[in-house]
């Protein structure tokens, strides 16, 4: 499943320029394959303005974030995992979102057990299952409606 995370960001980015705001990111600088400059972040994280004036080819894409930029007047290019940005806001008031870690998709996590693993995960779940009682086949109930005042 594809994160909705890049399309949120877009938008609210999107949204700020909009209203004359200014876009800051707030992002997880250890996250991995984060690059910003060095030295600027603190524990752990750095704001980054998203502006079009601070930024020269700005791409806010699916997988990542990267612009070019200036800090203290020397040239850097800033790339960051969409999965580091936690969040997107105004710096003006504040408006924004802010995001939770998300989890790895079903998908890429089925990918990544062994076989050995995915066995013990469908036996554990078999446990669950079989110490409640089954649910019994059978017609349906008709489903019925109270009048509640």
């Known amino acids: 499943m594809i994160s909705t995370r890049p399309y949120l960001i877009r938008a609210m980015h999107e949204w ?65 995992p969409i999965n580091a940005v936690l969040a997107i806001y105004a710096k003006e008031n504040g408006a924004g979102m802010a995001f939770q870690e998300e989890p790895p998709s079903v998908a890429q996590g089925q990918e990544e057990l062994s076989e050995e693993e995915r066995k013990e995960s469908v036996e554990e779940g078999g446990d669950k299952e079989s110490s409640s009682e089954p649910p019994t086949p059978g017609k349906p109930s008709r489903p019925v409606l109270r009048i509640v005042k």
């Open 16 to 80: 700020i320029v909009d209203n004359g705001w200014t876009p800051y990111i707030l992002v997880d600088a250890n996250a991995e394959g984060t690059s910003v400059p060095a030295g600027y972040s603190k524990d752990g994280e750095i704001v980054l303005n998203l502006s079009y004036t601070a930024t020269k080819n700005l791409s806010l894409g699916n997988e990542e974030i990267g612009f070019n930029g200036r800090f203290n007047g020397v040239p850097t290019i800033v790339s960051i």
